[in-house]
Every structure is written in structure tokens, then in C-alpha cells.
């Protein structure tokens, strides 16, 4: 069955006829423009949004914000606040629709500013020192909330005076764990609200802070943000999510949502003391009556169902809505009316939006093909951002049944390319369950291609349709290759028992799924060379490749591996977020049942090793810590099996600058023509190393 591209097929107004159609390559996906974090007006006439723009001089992005009237058909974006050298973000608007907030950081430290949607002079709002992390404005204008790194129990946003003493060391002290986060190492500080008084003159002062004694980070990190925080309709109270601090932070997913007065005269209370699992994304009702969130049931599971729940604000009645519907809830959106709660949910390898009744909890699918990754309702429509395997963000309006595009901001820059296309398959895989795939022919292909079969992290993710800018399924098929992926068990969009069967089966079932696909995808697709076929994967597909390595050694020409585990002993104490690991091999520590480790550890099966091995990791991840990259490629050197290691400085556990992606693309593309015979990408000189340099 061929895949509906429904971005594709949105498009065809939008983009000329080229004279000659090429492949994509990295250089095409690194100049794109990227639009996200949307906002619409009030009255639903505009939308504003941010937008990226590649840089390579400083190796990164620069951001301005553009807008579009939606109240005239064929309107143009235009830009809104896009001064040079500035990073305008995060646009809100005013409850009147004439002003729209935004973060600059214009002069350094960044700042709250306001600008007239019909364009102008911005102007600063607020003074205080110290930078900030992100804001949302009251629904009257009236209160500005702020959240920004500061001393645990900090007064104000005033940066606290540490005196330093130059006889003292550099060295870092901890008492206690969670000493680094993601790609960063502790300061003692956390992401904490403060709330300002908003005025015409601006916002003056260094705020109230609302938190009490709590100690955590709101919004959480790294990745928590607006989605996280949230206004009552009238202003006083503000409700966030909030994980408490302490010795057993790294192994609780404990996040709880809590209502504090926004002036700071009291403590805030914790609504969701009764759950043990996660709390977040609190949504108010524009009515105020109501405040939706989700929530996981099971403690320490940082992947486990999102349930849509319901709170009757005057009399603290809670509703589970979604109990009864097997699939996670993404985000949440309110109608304007509060009569429809919208959500996105992944399914079948789609993540469309779903509507919600907030009186019955029956739910409808509003969207199919594509991935959604922003909902705005108004009350004239649904204005949302979706991307799909063949084509980045884009802005779309869905009214009743019809969908309309909006933009193709990248039309003039994807001109000419021919993308591949895309087809799904399933099979019976593990446990005699049906699993998806989907396979990506590379356009104007003729014969057989080689096979390029890309395993996902998480483990709980998926291989859907969506753009990606870092794993694109669209520049290997652009650079000769069929790329394809299945949804092995623990990918979700299948329901939660799909997604828990990886626990405690981390080589196990995930394995024979991806045997049986590439088996099934091969005999399926009479254009895909199966016998000249490379793995890929990052994180647990990562991995995958080194468990593939010794327990499926004879299958591939090559094998890529970035940021995958080699040795989970050494994994279980040196990683950060003690909850996920221990969770997936059965709850305990290491030293409690190092057998539960120990049973899909690849290390034990190096003396099998021989598939040519690419290995990629970052200094900066403490996710899966670079050293487990370094011991891979030790393993394979010592066996004397060509290999190649790239480690990037800094970073984390992506590759996210540009430069840096493009010479991804070069040593993978490059590692895989060499034993596929391939598209060989060209490879920067004096970069020799390893075996295979």
C-alpha cells in the first residue's frame, strides 16, 4: 500500500515545475528553513511563528519571526521581527491580538520584548540580569511568568553575588547524584518561575517567586518547556510540573503538577501527590473551569501510556478521559469554546490529531498521513504544523473535514529535487504480532539498490513518517540507497503492551522483529539488493548494532553505530537517568541482578565480531557516555575488523551543528559505499584512523 504524503500531496499548488529533477543531499536538509513554535491570534486573523535560518559562518541557526493573514487568501508570509545578529523566539500574543510578546537576546542576555503585529519598532520589557530560559504572559496582559536558572530558593531573578576564591580549584563537588544531565554537568542551579507585573511600560523588577521550598526544575530538563507551565483564566494562580529534587532524582520520573499563587503568598500545592508516575503538560480551559494534563501510571517509566486527565477546578473532581484508548497522548490543545480538547497521539506510524470530548472521552481522528507537531485551534478552524518522510514543517489549516496548506516556506530551496517514495509493509514478526515497516525507493531508480536498514532509538520511538534532521531516510535514498526500517516490539503507535515487550528483552524480540522484516521488506521489494545490505542505528539502535555484531554477524556488509551501548554494566553506573536503564532490565540496580544485565550485553559476545564497523559518539553525551563508543572501536581493533571512529567535541547525544552533520553524512555515506559499492559521499582529507581509514 502506498503511503499518503499528505504534505506532498498538499503541495503541488506551491511548487514550480523544476527543468531537471536531482536527489536531496545533507547540503539541501542543512539549508532548509525551519518554522516551529507557532502562535495565532485571538480572533484567529494571524499567525506568527519562529524561524530558523543555517548559518554556517558560526556553525548554527539564526531565528527571526515571520507572520501570515490568514483572513486573505493566497497571503504571503512575511517577516515580523527579523533584525540582524538578533535571535527572535517564542512569539504569544496579546489577548487583544495586537501585540505579540517574544524572547530576543538583543544586547546578550536574553529578554522578554513586544513588537505590533503590524510591524514596528520592538520594544524591551523587561531589565533584569541573568539571561532567562522562557515566559508566558497572563491571559489579561497583566502578569508576565518567567522561568530562568538561578540558585535553588533565589529571592528573584537577581543573580546571586558568588564570591570566587582564585586558591580555590576548579574542581567540581557533589554530594549527591544526578552531577550531569543529558550534555551538561551541574551548577547548582535550577530552572525556577518567577512571575512579574506586566504593564505598557514594560515588565520592571526581578519578580516574585512562586515555587516555595520546592527544589527541582520547572519546566524540566533538558527538553521541558511553555508546554509545561500554565495560567489560570483569571491570572492568580499558575500550574506547573515539577519533578522534586534529591538523592533519588535520577531514578524517579515522579514529575507532579502543582498550583501556586502567582503573587508567591503561599506554598503550592500538589494535585497529583497520588500518582507515583509522570504529570505534565497542565492546560487550562480558556473558560478557566477546567485543567487537562496527562499522566503515566507506573513509577520509574519514563515510556509508559500518557493518559488525557481532567480536573473540575471549584470542586477537584479528576477524570481519567483517554483510560480506555490505547495510545500515549502527545500534547494538548483546548478549543476556544472549551468544548473540544485536541490532542496528538502516534498510530501505525502516523501522528495525526485526534479530538476529544471533555464530557464523554470519546475520541475522533481529525487528520491521517503526516506527522503533527504544533495544534493551534481557532474558532474558525485548526491551524497546525506537519511534517512527513518527504518534506519538512509546513502551516496548515483543517476546517471541518477539507485541510488547506498555508506555506511551503522551503519551495524555492527544494525545487528540482526529486524525492523517493515511500511504502509501508507489514508481517508477523515476534510473538506472532503483526509489525510495521515502511521501505523509501530512491527516485528515477531502475535497478536493484543497495539496502540501507536503519534501526530507531529509544527503544520506545518509532520509524514513522516524519522529517528528520539528523537520521533522513530521503538523503540515503537520495544518495542511492533503499532505506528500511521496521517498528520493532517497543516502538510505539501500537499500543502500550507493544511498547512495554522490550522490557527485559532488550536482544530478544527487537532482533527476530528485525530479522523477519528485512527478510519480508527483501522478498516484498524486488528492487532492493538484499545481499548487499549495511545497519544503522543510533542510541538503542546503536545498540542493536553492536548486539547484531555478535549475534547476527554474517547478515550485513557494514555497520554504522552511533552513541550505542557495548558494555551495560559499565552503562548502568555511568549513564545519567538511572530510571530508564534500570527499568529495561527489569527495575533493579546492577549489583541487585546483574543477570538481567548481563543477558543482552554485547560485550559478552565480541569473540563473534566481524562485520566492518563505523562508530560515532560525542564527548558531551552523558546519556550513553562517549567511552562506550571508544570501547566498541577498541573491541573491534583488537579483533583486527576494519573500523573508523568519529568522536565529536562537545555535543551530545546528537549531532546538531550543521558542519557537523554534513561530515556525518560524508563518513556514513562514505563508510557505506565502501562495502556496498555504492554512492561513495567524498571524505575530508588528513581524517585517516582505524582500520577502515
Not at 524591551?124 to 496582559?141: A, I, W
Not at 574542581?171 to 554537568?185: E, I, L, T
Not at 533538558?222 to 535520577?250: Q, Y
Request: with cysteine; proline share 6%.
Amino acid at each position: 500500500m502506498k503511503m499518503l504524503l499528505a504534505a506532498t500531496a498538499l503541495s503541488a499548488a506551491f511548487v514550480a515545475v523544476p527543468a531537471a529533477a536531482r536527489q536531496l543531499t545533507i547540503d539541501d536538509v542543512v539549508a532548509l528553513s525551519r518554522v516551529s513554535a507557532p502562535a495565532v491570534s485571538p480572533d484567529g486573523r494571524w499567525l506568527v511563528w519562529q524561524q530558523r535560518e543555517t548559518d554556517l559562518s558560526i556553525d548554527g541557526g539564526r531565528f527571526d519571526l515571520w507572520r501570515l493573514d490568514l483572513a486573505r487568501a493566497g497571503a504571503a508570509p512575511e517577516r515580523l521581527a527579523a533584525e540582524a545578529e538578533v535571535n527572535e523566539t517564542a512569539p504569544q500574543f496579546s489577548h487583544d491580538g495586537r501585540t505579540v510578546y517574544f524572547q530576543s537576546d538583543k544586547g546578550g542576555d536574553d529578554a522578554v520584548w513586544s513588537i505590533g503585529i503590524a510591524g514596528g519598532t520592538a520594544t524591551r520589557l523587561t531589565q533584569f540580569k541573568g539571561g532567562m530560559g522562557g515566559f508566558k504572559v497572563s491571559p489579561q496582559d497583566h502578569k508576565l511568568l518567567v522561568w530562568a536558572d538561578r540558585r535553588p530558593g533565589a529571592p528573584s531573578l537577581e543573580p546571586a553575588m558568588v564570591k570566587k576564591d582564585a586558591n580555590a580549584g576548579n574542581g567540581r563537588v557533589y554530594d549527591q547524584m544526578f552531577v550531569r544531565h543529558w550534555a551538561s554537568w551541574s551548577d547548582g542551579t535550577r530552572s525556577q518561575l518567577f512571575v512579574l507585573p506586566l504593564t505598557p511600560a514594560g515588565a520592571t523588577g526581578n519578580g516574585v517567586p512562586i515555587e516555595g521550598a520546592l527544589v527541582g526544575d520547572a519546566p524540566s530538563k533538558p527538553f521541558g518547556g511553555g508546554e509545561e507551565v500554565s495560567w489560570s483564566a483569571d491570572g492568580k494562580t499558575v500550574f506547573f510540573a515539577l519533578r522534586e529534587a534529591g538523592r533519588i532524582e535520577p531514578l524517579s520520573t515522579n514529575l507532579d503538577i502543582f498550583a501556586a499563587p502567582a503573587d508567591g503568598s503561599a506554598a503550592p500545592t500538589n494535585l497529583t501527590a497520588a500518582n507515583t508516575g509522570t504529570d505534565t503538560f497542565p492546560t487550562v480551559s480558556p473558560d478557566g473551569k477546567s485543567l487537562a494534563w496527562v499522566a503515566m501510571k507506573r513509577a520509574g517509566y519514563e515510556a509508559d501510556r500518557q493518559v488525557l486527565m481532567l480536573r473540575d477546578l471549584a470542586s477537584g473532581q479528576v477524570r481519567a478521559l483517554t483510560q480506555d484508548w490505547d495510545r500515549s497522548i502527545g500534547s494538548i490543545a483546548w478549543s476556544p469554546d472549551s468544548k473540544t480538547i485536541l490532542v496528538t497521539a502516534e498510530d501505525t506510524q502516523e501522528n495525526p490529531i485526534w479530538s476529544v470530548s471533555p464530557v464523554s472521552g470519546k475520541v475522533t481522528r481529525l487528520t491521517q498521513a503526516g506527522n503533527v507537531t504544533a495544534v493551534l485551534p481557532t474558532a474558525s478552524g485548526v491551524v497546525f504544523a506537519m511534517n512527513s518522510l518527504t518534506a519538512p514543517d509546513d502551516f496548515y489549516r483543517l476546517t471541518g473535514t477539507k485541510t488547506a496548506r498555508l506555506t511551503a516556506v522551503n519551495a524555492t530551496k527544494l525545487a528540482g529535487i526529486d524525492m523517493p517514495s515511500v511504502t509501508k509493509f507489514s508481517f508477523t514478526g515476534a510473538n506472532a504480532d503483526t509489525v510495521w515497516g515502511y521501505a523509501v525507493k530512491p527516485a528515477g531508480s531502475t535497478g536493484k539498490v543497495p539496502v540501507a536498514y536503519m534501526v530507531h532509538g529509544g527503544p520506545q520511538g518509532s520509524s514513522n513518517n516524519s522529517w528528520s534532521y539528523r537520521w533522513n531516510p530521503a538523503v540515503f535514498a537520495g544518495a542511492g540507497y533503499g532505506l528500511v526500517a521496521v517498528d520493532f516490539h517497543g516502538s510505539t503507535g501500537y499500543g502500550q503492551a507493544f511498547t512495554d515487550a522490550i522490557r527485559g528483552n532488550w536482544g530478544g524480540w527487537p532482533l527476530e522483529d528485525l530479522q523477519k522484516g528485512l527478510a519480508a521488506a527483501t522478498a516484498k521489494f524486488s528492487w532492493l539488493d538484499g545481499d548487499n545490505a549495511c545497519a544503522l542505528g543510533a542510541s538503542y539502535g546503536g545498540y542493536m548494532m553492536n548486539w547484531i555484531e555478535g549475534n547476527w554477524p554474517d547478515r550485513f556488509k557494514c555497520i554504522v553505530q552511533h552513541d550505542g551501548v557495548f558494555d551495560a554494566r559499565a552503562m548502568a553506573y555511568e549513564t545519567e537517568e538511572l530510571w530508564f536503564d534500570e527499568w529495561e532490565h527489569g527495575g533493579k540496580a546492577y549489583y541487585e541482578d546483574p543477570a538481567a544485565f548481563e543477558k543482552w550485553n554485547p560485550v559478552n559476545h565480541v569473540t563473534a565480531w566481524k562485520t566492518p564497523q563505523l562508530v560515532i559518539t560525542s564527548e558531551g553525551d552523558y546519556r550513553i557516555p562517549y567511552t562506550q563508543g571508544i570501547a566498541a572501536f577498541t573491541a573491534l581493533q583488537r579483533r583486527d575488523i576494519p573500523s573508523r571512529l568519529v568522536v565529536y567535541p562537545g555535543g551530545s547525544h546528537w549531532v546538531q551543528k550543521p558542519n557537523e552533520s554534513r561530515q556525518w553524512y560524508r563518513e556514513v555515506l562514505g563508510w557505506m559505499g565502501k562495502y556496498t559499492g555504492g554512492a561513495i559521499a567524498p571524505r575530508p582529507a588528513g581524517t585517516s584512523g582505524g582500520k577502515g581509514g
